[in-house]
């Protein structure tokens, strides 16, 4: 756990039939740490799903980041055992999918205000275990093309989608086609459609770690009041 390059808070499913269905559709499942066949679809599913399968399926609360310098990973489990003792459980109706700018997401249903407190907090109160932006991850975030606001928040925590610019997703594919959009679109919709919860609840906040091959490990679930 401490051989980690960087860390990330996110959501991901318990295990169950959300979490199976998610694992195969992307090809990893960052729970067990292993490759799973994904299924055929008569197209090419592995190369759609590059990019976010070495994330495994999830929702970003924090994004990935290195650890302060002297910062520990316990420190860091510490630290989220005791914000989330203060933080209740979010419940939403559920889950649908859409096209999010060229992505493919499914995105909650219903009154998001409680899942963007929930982030901000965490977000804020661990910041201080995050090590600061080098010139090379600034560069990568392109901050060329980010609004002002945006570019005040990936100064001051490293991420420039927080706080009010916070957009909670679970993502699907790459960067798609309009022709690839249409075509996934319905197959996956068919592939999720006996596994989205109903109510979708976060009630846990997942670490994960990106391993030294850049894939993404769940190391621990920390539950929320």
């Not at 729970?31 to 197209?43: S, Y």
């Not at 799903?49 to 999830?58: E, I, L, M, V």
């Not at 929702?59 to 302060?68: E, H, M, N, S, V």
Request: proline share 8%.
């Amino acid at each position: 756990m401490d051989k980690m390059k960087r860390y990330a808070v996110y959501y991901a499913p318990e295990e169950g039939g959300f979490a199976q269905a998610a694992a195969a559709w992307l090809g990893w499942d960052p729970a067990t740490g292993r490759a799973v066949a994904q299924p055929d679809l008569g197209l090419d599913l592995a190369a759609m799903t590059a990019d976010p399968r070495k994330y495994g399926f999830h929702g970003t609360i924090k994004a990935p980041f290195r650890l302060a310098q002297g910062a520990r990973v316990d420190d860091l489990l510490a630290a989220m055992a005791q914000m989330a003792q203060t933080l209740p459980a979010v419940t939403m109706p559920g889950l649908h999918m859409l096209d999010l700018e060229g992505f493919l997401a499914l995105i909650p249903q219903g009154d998001q205000t409680s899942l963007c407190d929930l982030a901000a907090r965490v977000v804020a109160d661990l910041d201080h275990l995050r090590a600061p932006l080098t010139e090379a991850d600034i560069a990568r975030r392109r901050p060329d093309r980010l609004t002002p606001r945006q570019r005040d928040l990936l100064d001051r925590y490293g991420y420039p989608y927080v706080m009010e610019e916070f957009r909670f997703h679970l993502t699907l594919s790459n960067h798609l086609s309009p022709e690839d959009h249409a075509a996934l679109l319905p197959l996956a919709k068919a592939h999720f459609a006996p596994h989205l919860p109903q109510p979708f609840r976060i009630s846990a906040l997942c670490l994960f770690g990106e391993a030294e091959d850049g894939r993404f490990h769940l190391l621990h679930r920390t539950a929320l009041a």
